[in-house]
Each structure stands twice: as structure tokens, then as C-alpha cells.
């Protein structure tokens, strides 16, 4: 695989205008997802919902990628066709989560390890085979006044850079993700200290694994305060105090930033992304790669059933359309109100 190759995709998926749908929920979160909608989650059901939201008509104006998970890559449309072939047939290119998931890590109360490296060459040229052409590893952090200890930070730094390394060696391009968690009580400022660390971490690791930076996305927290903390930051100083920390610690040669959403409220998301791009310019892309805020209103307005398949699908292109808006810092709420016609 040439490096540009890598490059290329890794450019793709920023490019202007556009973001990452994650539609990568394990089984054990999609339950939880569907038991908001009071629907059983099945291989039928957790098929159609995916369904729903890939032949969105027009969804690709906004949408880069998707991300997916192992069940889903073998999946297909209700048409016949394989979801990562769809995909590609709307100029969308399919992804793939590869960890396997947050682990209690040994000697570390409270913290955990993300697991998945053993066998991973392998599942990558499968992966690969069934058309995915970018991934996905996520570690989890939380924040309490001593938490996360150095230890889970080095670990999970030493992991998502092996993983990186197995990926680019498949072709395809690996999207870290060190996910500090927003729950809690904190400040900004430790928010801020805390995702910097883990930052610095992964930046250090990824250079010594000899990892192709210009075929990698970050795909970080934003900078919050605790989602229970009183007095809160506002947009501005959320969009401030993330910038600060990246060019800190995230390399130009870094082609974007795709956000989480981490259980923002769907609007809050696209405005902390769009303060971002209102400062632009910045050395590279700030976009989306969001679960929850692309797809909340989306699964309510689908509610399981079939008739309500072309009200998700408008719920989802205007979600889609909105943080399409916010990549380039022109998003304002009232435009929440503008009615969209599938
Ligand atoms: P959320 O946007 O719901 O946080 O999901 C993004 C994701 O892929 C988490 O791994």
C-alpha cells in the first residue's frame, strides 16, 4: 500500500463540507439505544435501523464515511446489496470498529484498557476484503480529581498506536480515538489538563510506532465541563479551550479532527463544532464523526416501525445538513427551524 493511498482516503473523509456517521454501536449499545424507542433489538431489527439511515437520499452531500460494526459489515440492504457496497455506491466510504472493547485494566481501580490487538492483522484483511477502508479503536477515560492515572494513559496510548500501526500496514486508515469522559463534576480547566495529557500520550506513542500521521484522524472529546458541574462553560469558551489543547498537541500533519459527540445534546454538538470553524483557518479539518447527535432524532422519529421510515431519514439529512454546516462555521440555530425536504 502506497502511503499516498493512505493519505488520500484519510483526506476523503474531511473533506469540505463533510463528516462520519458512527453507526458502529456494539451489540449491548444498540440495545440500550433501542430500549428508548421500546424495540427489541434483533439482527432484523439493528438491520433495518441501519437500513433506514444509509439509503438517506442525499445524505451523501454531507457524509464522508460511515463507521461500522462487525455484524453490520455482513449485512445488507433490504435491496440485496452488501451495506459496505451501498455505501460505496453513494461515494460513501465504509468503515470499521475494531476494538473489542473497554476492559477493567489489571491493578487500576476504575480504569480500564481497551482490548483487541490480538489477531487484529488478520480481522484487518478481512476487513479490508469486505470493503473497509478506514477504522475505528476507541479508549475510555474518566475524570475524577486523581483519575486518569498515567499508567491508563500510557497504556491505552501504547494500544490505539499498535492498533494504528496493524492498520495503516492494511491499507487502511485508523482513526484514534482517546475518549475522555465528560460525566462528572469538573471544571473546563481539568477537562482540559486531562484530554492535553491524554493527548500528548498518544501523539508520543504514535510517533514511536513509526505511524504515517497524514494517514490518521483524531477523533477526540471535546473540551467541556462536567455534564453535572455548575456553571458550565459556555460555546465560546468550550470552542477556546478545545482549540488550545490541539495546537498544543495534535501535529499538522494530522489531515482533521472528527469529534465525538459523548452525550452532548444534538444541537450543543453542531454548535461547539461550528465555534470551532468560525475560527478557522486552522492547520486541519475540524469535522464530525458523531453517533448519538447524528442519530437521536433520527431513531425517535424511525420508532421501529416501517411507515416511519422516510420521517427518520429527514430527521437524520437535517442533523446530517446542520453539522455539515457547522464545518465551515456557518451554522446558526435558526436555521434548526428550516423545514427539509427529502
Ligand atoms: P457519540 O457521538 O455518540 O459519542 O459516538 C461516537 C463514537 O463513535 C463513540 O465511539
Request: net charge negative; charged share 25%.
Given at each position: 500500500?502506497?502511503?499516498?493511498?493512505?493519505h488520500d482516503?484519510a483526506?476523503?473523509l474531511?473533506?469540505?463540507?463533510?463528516g462520519?456517521?458512527?453507526?458502529?454501536?456494539?451489540?449491548?449499545?444498540?440495545?440500550?439505544?433501542f430500549?428508548?424507542?421500546?424495540?427489541?433489538?434483533?439482527?432484523e431489527t439493528r438491520?433495518a435501523?441501519?437500513d433506514m439511515l444509509f439509503?438517506?437520499p442525499?445524505?451523501?452531500?454531507?457524509i464522508?464515511?460511515v463507521?461500522?460494526y462487525?455484524?453490520?459489515?455482513?449485512?445488507?440492504?433490504h435491496?440485496?446489496t452488501p451495506?459496505?457496497?451501498?455505501l460505496?455506491?453513494?461515494?460513501?466510504?465504509?468503515?470499521?470498529?475494531?476494538d473489542l472493547g473497554a476492559?477493567?485494566?489489571a491493578?487500576?481501580e476504575?480504569?480500564t484498557?481497551?482490548?483487541g490487538?490480538d489477531?487484529?492483522?488478520?480481522r484487518?484483511k478481512?476487513?479490508?476484503?469486505?470493503?473497509?477502508?478506514?477504522a475505528k479503536?476507541?479508549?475510555?477515560y474518566?475524570i475524577t480529581d486523581?483519575?486518569?492515572s498515567?499508567?491508563?494513559i500510557w497504556t491505552?496510548?501504547h494500544?490505539l498506536?499498535?492498533y494504528?500501526?496493524?492498520?495503516?500496514?492494511?491499507?487502511?486508515?485508523?482513526?484514534?480515538?482517546p475518549?475522555v469522559l465528560?460525566d462528572?463534576?469538573?471544571a473546563?480547566?481539568r477537562s482540559?489538563?486531562v484530554?492535553?495529557?491524554?493527548?500528548n500520550?498518544?501523539?508520543?506513542?504514535l510517533?514511536?510506532?513509526?505511524?504515517?500521521?497524514?494517514?490518521?484522524?483524531?477523533?477526540?472529546?471535546?473540551?467541556?465541563?462536567?455534564?453535572?458541574a455548575?456553571?458550565?462553560?459556555?460555546v465560546?469558551?468550550?470552542?477556546?479551550?478545545?482549540?488550545?489543547?490541539?495546537?498544543?498537541?495534535?501535529?499538522?500533519a494530522?489531515?482533521?479532527?472528527?469529534?465525538?459527540?459523548g452525550?452532548q445534546?444534538?444541537?450543543d454538538?453542531?454548535a461547539h463544532?461550528?465555534?470551532?470553524?468560525?475560527?478557522?483557518?486552522?492547520?486541519?479539518?475540524l469535522?464530525?464523526s458523531?453517533g448519538?447527535a447524528?442519530?437521536?432524532?433520527?431513531?425517535?422519529?424511525?420508532?421501529?416501525?416501517?411507515?416511519n421510515?422516510?420521517?427518520?431519514q429527514?430527521a437524520?439529512?437535517?442533523?446530517?445538513?446542520m453539522n455539515?454546516?457547522?464545518?465551515?462555521?456557518?451554522?446558526?440555530?435558526?436555521?434548526e427551524?428550516?423545514?427539509v425536504a427529502v
Open positions: 500500500m502506497a502511503h499516498t493511498e493512505l482516503i483526506q476523503a474531511v473533506a469540505d463540507g463533510k462520519i456517521l458512527a453507526a458502529d454501536e456494539s451489540g449491548g449499545t444498540i440495545k440500550k439505544r430500549d428508548t424507542i421500546d424495540l427489541e433489538s434483533t439482527e438491520r435501523y441501519r439509503t438517506t442525499g445524505a451523501e452531500e454531507f464522508s464515511g463507521i461500522l462487525d455484524e453490520t459489515i455482513r449485512q445488507n440492504a435491496d440485496g451495506f459496505p457496497q451501498l460505496e455506491s453513494k461515494g460513501i466510504i465504509p468503515g470499521i470498529k475494531v476492559k477493567p485494566l491493578l487500576a476504575g480504569e484498557i481497551t482490548e490487538l489477531g487484529l492483522r488478520e484487518f478481512e476487513y479490508h476484503d469486505l470493503g473497509a477502508r478506514f479503536w476507541r479508549a475510555v474518566t486523581e483519575l486518569p498515567e499508567y491508563a491505552n496510548a494500544a498506536a499498535r494504528a500501526a496493524l492498520s495503516q500496514e492494511a491499507g487502511i486508515v485508523p482513526i484514534v480515538e475518549e465528560q462528572g463534576t469538573h473546563i480547566e482540559y489538563h484530554s492535553s495529557q491524554v493527548l500520550a498518544l501523539y508520543t506513542e510517533f514511536d510506532q513509526r505511524v504515517d500521521l497524514e494517514g490518521t484522524l483524531l477523533k477526540p472529546n471535546m473540551v467541556l465541563s462536567g455534564y453535572g455548575s456553571n458550565r462553560a459556555g465560546d469558551d468550550v470552542a477556546a479551550r478545545s482549540l488550545k489543547s490541539y495546537y498544543k498537541h495534535v501535529p499538522a494530522v489531515p482533521g479532527i472528527v469529534f465525538l459527540s452525550g445534546s444534538d444541537e454538538a453542531t463544532l461550528n465555534a470551532m470553524n468560525a475560527r478557522a483557518p486552522h492547520p486541519w479539518k469535522s464530525f458523531y448519538r447524528l442519530q437521536a432524532p433520527a431513531l425517535a422519529a424511525w420508532g421501529g416501525k416501517p411507515e421510515v422516510e420521517a427518520g429527514r437524520f439529512y437535517h442533523r446530517a445538513k455539515s454546516a457547522a464545518t465551515s462555521g456557518l451554522y446558526a440555530p435558526e436555521m427551524r428550516e423545514a
